[in-house]
């Protein structure tokens, strides 16, 4: 069993920077694939990055260049570093925990999910 719990969300001005994080509980934390999800209002929820155990990373295009996703198993945290955010970017922010099946950008594929944390930015 993992829970996740989320923080680090908030408003921002586009162009601006906000860095979420994700507490994970559970003792097999380092065998997880990692991800962040994002859900606008209205809209299905979507993947935005993933980090496999050894550190491989997967991200949406829309946040290519823009995000990173980083972790550290000794802490069972996962973290999602976000710059030159735009209006488009704001939704809630969901962390997602699941075993690696060769695919990483499904909700189907993670097991355990985040309360979540909103993220907007203003224009």
Do not use: H
Request: aromatic letters at 16%; charged letters at 15%.
């Amino acid at each position: 069993q993992v829970q996740l719990v989320e923080s680090g969300g908030g408003w921002v001005q586009a162009g601006g920077s906000l860095n979420l994080s994700c507490a994970a509980s559970g003792r097999t934390f380092s065998t997880y694939v990692m991800a962040w999800f994002r859900q606008a209002p209205g809209k299905e929820r979507e993947f935005v990055a993933g980090i496999r155990w050894r550190g491989n990373t997967y991200y949406a295009d829309s946040v290519k260049g823009r995000f990173t996703i980083a972790r550290d198993n000794a802490k069972n945290t996962v973290w999602l570093q976000m710059n030159s955010l735009k209006p488009e970017d704001t939704a809630v922010y969901y962390c997602a925990a699941g075993r690696w099946s060769g695919t990483y950008s499904y909700t189907s594929e993670y097991d355990y999910w985040g309360q979540g944390t909103q993220v907007t930015v203003s224009s």
